[in-house]
């Protein structure tokens, strides 16, 4: 039962355009919802987090977008560089459930120069 | 300022031997979470403790696997008996004490073992 899913294994961009990276979820417990970067032989790095009580947070070129109806969000990546290539992972944590993260497969994003 | 410490990076066993992984948690924080990454998975929950308790052990498999947090030192992650299924990544993150607002949990670099 795959609670929170990242239906692109895969994302290539040119620098200096947008990454869009989605995140679908299934579980309407879920309150609180983090998006990491992680590289190889690496741990995930955080990079932007969202309550559901918002449907929008930007932290410099870095914007997550919350649309709960749809149980659905979204990291925007603006402008993209080649540093950014890593894989994203999306979480998802309900407090009524010990915080624990659930996270989606990745998204490998490739930021070509 | 140290972050999330795991130790060691790289552990080889053979099979029916036992696994263990240490981890300590960024200063001041308190809550540690450990989680494990089979290959071309994402990352799973395994255990959350907290100072000599554990909270949720929800994601741990039944037997051969188990978690401490001492008063002192760093967490433990014990795998006995391991066996292949048992090569993956394991991810520890801490948390601070909770202050009512939603707690990020950082993430250290991973022990991966691999079992011959």
């Known amino acids: 039962d795959q609670q929170v899913k990242q239906n692109s294994p895969s994302l290539s961009v040119q620098e200096g355009r947008i990454s869009i990276l989605n995140c679908d979820y299934t579980n309407s417990m879920f309150d609180y919802f983090l998006w990491y970067k992680k590289y190889p032989a690496e741990g995930p790095t955080f990079l932007i987090s969202i309550s559901s009580i918002k449907d929008k947070n930007e932290d410099g070129r870095f914007t997550v977008f919350l649309n709960k109806s749809a149980k659905h969000l979204s990291l925007h990546i603006v402008p993209s560089q080649p540093g950014d290539s890593a894989v994203y992972f999306c979480a998802a944590s309900a407090r009524s459930n010990t915080g624990k993260l659930i996270f989606g497969q990745g998204t490998t994003l490739q930021v070509k120069p | 300022n140290a972050g999330v410490m795991q130790n060691p990076r790289h552990l080889v066993r053979r099979r029916g031997q036992e696994a263990r992984l240490r981890c300590s948690p960024m200063?001041?924080?308190?809550?540690v979470y450990w989680y494990r990454q089979l290959p071309e998975e994402g990352l799973k929950f395994m255990v959350y403790l907290q100072k000599e308790n554990i909270i949720d052990e929800s994601g741990m498999p039944k037997e051969r696997f188990s978690a401490e947090f001492p008063k002192e030192g760093p967490s433990i992650l014990r795998i006995q008996q391991v066996v292949r299924g048992d090569s993956a990544a394991y991810f520890c993150?801490?948390?601070?004490?909770?202050?009512?607002?939603?707690?990020?949990?950082?993430f250290g670099p991973g022990t991966r073992l691999t079992v011959l």
């Open positions: 200063k001041g924080h308190s809550h």
């Open positions: 993150a801490s948390s601070p004490p909770s202050s009512g607002v939603r707690d990020t949990q950082y």
